[in-house]
């Protein structure tokens, strides 16, 4: 799955305006490919499925990136969020770390037709230095969902995910086809993740 993953990764960022990324030979991941930071960055801005920041907090922008179209198994769109690690000499695939549902820690199950990793926000929520990822699946459940994965010396954790739908809040939207997470407003993530202001 990850050799898939990685494609479907050069894939999304190739639609992002990206196309000085090039897809990894096989085994890339193994070696420890690079590839050019600036262009990458370039792409991230023209998509809300690409984030850059230091989730590590190493110092270096580390990019996730939203496979929401991403087979699970059988379970067809299900979706996944790529983290691509940053270092001295630009973003690496050696140590890239794929999330989805059916990751342990993360809330939920991956179904046919979430789209997780639709949109992807970051915010150092917790004020340690490492960003947090806030990951959309607009089609979870008919409603929607985010998740907060945490940022950690490793790169992202599952460990401590939250996970937040319509029902956990008051309001409209509690009988579907609310698609919540379908993007973020560019406002303070604590406010999302956290309940903070």
């Known amino acids: 799955m990850r050799i898939r993953t ?3 990764l050069t894939a999304c960022l190739a639609t992002a305006g990206t196309a000085a990324v090039t897809a990894p030979a096989a085994g890339a991941e193994d070696r420890g490919g690079t590839a050019d930071a600036a262009a990458v960055s370039a ?3 023209a998509d809300d499925r690409a984030v850059r ?6 110092g270096f922008a580390d990019l996730a990136v939203g496979v929401p179209y991403e087979a699970i198994g059988s379970k067809q ?8 690690k940053g ?8 140590g890239a770390q794929a999330f989805h549902q059916d990751t342990p820690g993360v809330k939920g199950v991956a179904e046919t037709g979430d789209r997780f990793g639709l949109a992807l926000a970051f915010g150092d929520v917790t004020g340690d230095g490492r960003a947090e990822l806030a990951v959309g699946a607009p089609e979870e459940n008919g409603t929607g969902a985010i998740w907060s ?3 950690a010396a490793g790169g992202l954790t599952a460990t401590g995910s939250v996970a937040f739908s319509p029902d956990n809040f008051e309001g409209p939207g509690r009988t579907g086809g609310a698609r919540f997470g379908t993007g ?7 406010h999302y993740l956290m309940g903070q202001e």
């Open 6 to 8: 990685l494609a479907a």
């Open 43 to 45: 792409g991230a801005a």
């Open 53 to 58: 920041a230091d989730f590590d907090g190493d």
């Open 77 to 84: 769109s299900a979706g996944s969020v790529v983290l691509l």
């Open 87 to 94: 270092g001295s000499d630009g973003l690496k695939t050696r």
């Open 149 to 151: 994965l945490r940022g």
């Open 184 to 190: 973020f407003a560019d406002e303070d993530l604590g």
